[in-house]
């Protein structure tokens, strides 16, 4: 199987991700909110920025070097010691290749072992049943349901 890696956001980087971005309507509840993306310069600027929090790690997903999709670990609580996973490929198609299952992995690996969490959190709307399949064979729990959100959490093996 072809091989992702992770690694830390740039800006250049942020750009190329954005600039064959396609969103996707599985993570849309009510597609009254949905519409296809349009890369604008200034927005990813602006996007890029305000992901630059001390309780953040912004990724980029990388295939033979060029950016396939983002990955978050955010709400970093060190005292707690827990975070939460968000995960998006760039477009259609880069995804059902195995790469986002194994980005997710590669996730939980820096969670654990980098940034010493005792657990990861994940949600994902109830209709996205790619998302939770992931979450499950990645050893997720299941711990809620509420609203339109399926709420999942990871603890540290
Ligand atoms: C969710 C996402 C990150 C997964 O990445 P991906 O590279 O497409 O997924 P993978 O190819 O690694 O794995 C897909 C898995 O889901 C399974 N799958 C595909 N469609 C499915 C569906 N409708 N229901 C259940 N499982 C499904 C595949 O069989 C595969 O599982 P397997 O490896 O056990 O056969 C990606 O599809 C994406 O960016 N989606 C839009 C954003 C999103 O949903 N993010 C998560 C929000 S919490």
Not at 32 to 39: K, N, T, V
Not at 76 to 92: F, P, T, Y
Not at 135 to 140: D, S, V
């Amino acid at each position: 199987m072809d091989q992702i890696s992770l690694c830390v956001m740039t800006r250049e980087l942020c750009h190329q991700l954005y600039q064959g971005w396609e969103n996707d309507p599985a993570i849309y509840m009510d597609m009254g909110l949905f519409s296809p993306y349009r890369y604008s310069k200034e927005a990813v600027d602006r996007y890029f920025d305000a992901k630059q929090t001390p309780d953040r790690v912004l990724f980029a997903i990388l295939k033979d070097g060029a950016p396939v999709g983002e990955l978050q670990l955010k709400q970093i609580d060190r005292e707690k010691r827990e975070c939460a996973l968000s995960v998006h490929m760039q477009n259609d198609g880069v995804k059902g290749r195995g790469y986002g299952t194994q980005a997710e992995r590669l996730a939980l690996r820096y969670a654990f072992d980098v940034l010493d969490m005792a657990a990861v959190n994940a949600d994902t709307v109830i209709k996205n049943t790619r998302s939770q399949h992931i979450l499950e064979k990645l050893g997720f729990q299941h711990v809620r349901d509420e609203g339109d959100f399926r709420y999942y959490r990871r603890r540290r093996e």
